[in-house]
């Protein structure tokens, strides 16, 4: 029995691996075919200098032909969207052509010898694509595959304009002293917390935020992004005489540092900054080891003040932050309003150091 089970086991290990080739190969000959179907497309109507209402009958006759041949998966719409994934991408973002030599010769199959840049399938790309500035698809690209986004999690980030948040592609204008590399690439504002359900309208306590993230963790971490693995609620840092709890503590091992997290359900104030300002000191002499990094520090706010920034440590400090957070998606007008807001405080700030 027992050799029939291990036998049993390696048999199952064998089909699920095969398996996953599998799939990926068919993923990967299913993405090419549309990217050069696409590409056909556009070069047959550049060819013929086809105007778009003739264009459009081109693929209602074509689309009515495959689908006799091929059965569902080539509607009129489907090949559109070949079409438009091909002129995304016509730079070979997404396919490239490879050379296998044979007798010293190059040979070139324009048809079948290409390879796929990326294992995302159709549905990611057909997310993507959509995506109108370019850095933004391209990270999305990168950051779908390199973090297993499932299409889900993908058209929430895209819809939340979870690029755009990031503080790296805001800040034109970086704050005096900030490592961006280690610090802002990986920070976020806002931070759009709407998978935890809580009407605005309504008063919502501390507590009960908290209690809702530890309930909905794992949409959380992927709201705070790559390296962050959680650690505590009510965390207790104590010294000789007194205790103090952090609301949430996470680590990144890509930044190889502790970052806390501490939740206001009002706006930012120099009391909240102090707090922190202790809280991180603290965690970096009692608790972080002699190959971490300087920790981090996060306040979540319903709003920041002008002022509370200009004049506190959170002006020119590498480990203190404060963000935003809603209990909603934003519009692209309401995140870009944001934005500007934010750069204005800061090109602001610097202009009237630089005058001092």
Request: proline letters at 1%.
């Amino acid at each position: 029995m027992e050799e029939i089970n291990a036998l049993y086991g390696n048999v199952l290990d064998i089909l699920n691996k095969y398996r996953t080739y599998t799939y990926k190969a068919i993923n990967t000959a299913m993405v090419i075919s549309y990217w050069q179907i696409g590409k056909a497309i556009v070069e047959n109507e550049q060819g013929g200098n086809v105007k778009a209402s003739y264009g459009d009958k081109i693929l209602q006759s074509l689309s009515k032909k495959l689908s006799v041949d091929f059965g569902k998966g080539f509607s009129y719409s489907n090949l559109r969207n070949f079409r438009q994934f091909y002129l995304t991408y016509q730079d070979d973002q997404i396919c490239y052509a490879v050379r296998s030599k044979s007798e010293n010769t190059e040979v070139q199959d324009n048809h079948s010898n290409y390879v796929l840049r990326s294992n995302l399938s159709w549905t990611h790309h057909r997310l993507i694509m959509r995506v109108e500035n370019a850095q933004a698809r391209k990270y999305y690209l990168k950051e779908a595959e390199r973090q297993n986004w499932s299409t889900r999690e993908l058209e929430r980030n895209i819809n939340s304009s979870y690029f755009q948040r990031i503080l790296t592609h805001q800040n034109e204008v970086k704050k005096p002293g900030l490592n961006n590399q280690s610090s802002e690439d990986f920070i976020k504002d806002p931070y759009v917390l709407e998978f935890l359900k809580i009407d605005e309208s309504s008063f919502t306590n501390e507590k009960e935020i908290e209690a809702r993230i530890i309930n909905h963790l794992q949409q959380f971490l992927l709201e705070l992004g790559k390296g962050f693995s959680f650690v505590g609620r009510q965390f207790r840092i104590s010294t000789e005489t007194s205790h103090f709890y952090i609301d949430l503590v996470f680590y990144n091992y890509i930044l190889k540092c502790f970052v806390l997290f501490d939740l206001k359900t009002t706006k930012l104030t120099h009391q909240d900054v102090g707090q922190m300002d202790m809280y991180i000191k603290m965690f970096d002499d009692l608790k972080k080891q002699d190959n971490d990094n300087q920790t981090i520090g996060i306040i979540l706010c319903t709003d920041t003040e002008e002022t509370v920034v200009k004049y506190s440590m959170l002006n020119d400090s590498k480990q203190l932050f404060a963000s935003k957070y809603q209990m909603y998606l934003p519009t692209e007008k309401q995140l870009a309003d944001w934005i500007y807001k934010d750069k204005a405080i800061i090109e602001a700030q610097l202009k009237n150091e630089s005058n001092e």
